[in-house]
């Protein structure tokens, strides 16, 4: 999941990046292909080069080496309401996505396990606004950001379907049948007509991960 | 990539402020660009509209040389001083060239309020402000709001987009990501509110030596166009550690800008008739070890974990 999530991260790109998976993600980008991606923390690190894994977004690791330290004031405001950082902005939610980040970044990535509680077909309350809100769309609602476009889960990804914002199975990883997905969520799984062979980590992501990120294994497990 | 940012000011002002545009050379009273204002001038710049707190000497120098159409402004005086005079001219329709200046009047919270929409990309910002004062009158574009959850009436002022901000600083590195100490002003906010920035410096440093005192960086790389090293660049004007203000000359500017036609001797000499900055410090001989400032270096803190 790390590995494939890094992927999706150009360098060069700014990030907002939530706690869990997605610092790991973040972090073996900038280790391996993408070494000027700028990370940006809610707490307010801009910038941010950790030299260990934080655990939680405000981690003083965040702070040490980073470009700019900011109050969360100028972190909404200034870099996510602001809109006109010209690359383009990307969350990767972890647990729990803010609302303004869900509502304004320009493009979202969701990194989770498949877990049908985790994927239920009806959430009973809405945090983080999706491809549609009661049958409307973003745009319909004024939201600026294109939302969740892909998702990246531990079997196989998803991404929105342009039509109909449905999150749809596009690729499987080494392995998996799409029948295992479909077990994972708890919707009826619309797939594309064809779906991508998702490539696995490569020798450098791995010993970038096991040895240089994660030695302690907070994320990763076998 | 990153190094592509650093130019000369002459290339910078070329490249990045066009007739027509509305300019921000901000600086609460501390760095303000004027080596950017007398470039801007150098290059025959027309129609601007120029917005600042107070216009300061480097407005009322470009309003003279027929920069400006426009001023966007909430004090405009030479302060502790007097008018300034070319500014009062120009608005009073008194001026040799051209029809009156228009201005656009605020306070300096509604500036600064104005800037701060701007910069969050909101289309206004709510005030507690104006009541009682005859500002609204004058500025239609001040209006009020009924607060959603009190049902007070708020002040709003729309916010403000500059096409151009220009900020001086002590330090950025060759990607613009900038570091300011002493009075910060609304320099941040205007430049994050802008389409443009340039960044104008004393020291260009290595991104090592900004990554060792985050705390400081004010304005990241990612907003900046453009980096212009230019030692000296705010005179009259300072730079907090690098050299004082030179308070005789805003003194001796009531004078200057008194009289028209000394004051376009002034331009003359010390805009048109040089080059570059560092041509206009030559004309300057004494000034550098006059002004240069003494050292009150702070206590270093820890960032270690």
Known sequence: MATVAARELADGEVVFVGIGLPNLACNLARGTHAPHLVLIYESGAVGAAPERLPVSIGDPALVTGSLMVCGMADVFQLFLQNGRIERPTVRLPGSGGAAEIAVHARRTLIVAQLNPRAFPERVDFVTSPGQRCGGRTRRELGMPGAGPVKVITDKAILEADDATGEMVLAGLYPGVAADDVQAGVGWPLARRARLAAVAPPGETELRVLREVLDPKKLYLNG | ?305
């Not at chain 2, 008018?83 to 200046?101: D, I, N, Q, W, Y």
């Not at chain 2, 907003?223 to 000296?232: N, T, Y």
């Open chain 2, 1 to 305: 990539m990153a190094s592509g940012k650093v130019m000369t000011m002459r290339d910078a002002v070329a490249r990045f402020v066009h007739d027509g545009d509305t300019v921000v050379i901000e600086g609460f009273t501390h760095l303000i660009c004027f080596a950017a204002g007398h470039e801007i001038i150098r290059q025959r710049k027309r129609d601007l509209t120029l917005a600042r707190l107070t216009p300061d000497l480097i407005y009322d120098q470009m309003i003279a040389a027929g920069c400006a159409r426009k001023v966007v402004f909430s004090w405009a005086g030479n302060p502790g001083v007097g008018s300034l005079h070319a500014f009062r001219r120009a608005v009073e329709g008194k001026a040799a060239r051209g029809t009156p200046l228009e201005i656009e009047e605020y306070s300096h919270f509604g500036m600064v309020a104005r800037f701060s929409a701007g910069a969050a990309r909101l289309p206004f910002w709510p005030l507690r402000d104006y009541a009682g004062t005859d500002l609204p009158r004058a500025n239609p574009r001040i209006k009020t709001v009924a607060c959603p959850y009190t049902g007070e009436t708020l002040a709003t002022v729309p916010a403000l987009n500059p096409d151009v901000t220009i900020v001086h600083a002590q330090r950025a590195d060759a990607a613009g990501n900038t570091q300011m100490w002493g009075l910060l002003g609304v320099q941040k906010e205007a430049a994050f509110a802008s389409a443009r920035v340039v960044v104008v410096v004393e020291d260009l440093v290595e991104e090592s030596v900004i990554r060792s005192d985050p705390n400081r960086t004010i304005i990241p790389g990612m907003i900046v166009s453009a980096v212009v090293v230019e030692p000296w660049g705010a005179h009259p004007s300072y730079a907090q550690g690098y050299y004082d203000r030179d308070n005789d000359f805003y003194v001796a500017w009531e004078g200057i800008s008194r009289d028209p036609e000394r004051l376009r001797r002034y331009l003359d000499a010390f805009v048109h008739g040089v080059p570059d900055r560092a041509g206009y410090m030559e004309k300057h001989p004494g000034l550098a070890e006059r002004l240069k400032a003494q050292e009150r270096w702070s206590e270093g803190v820890n960032y270690g974990f």
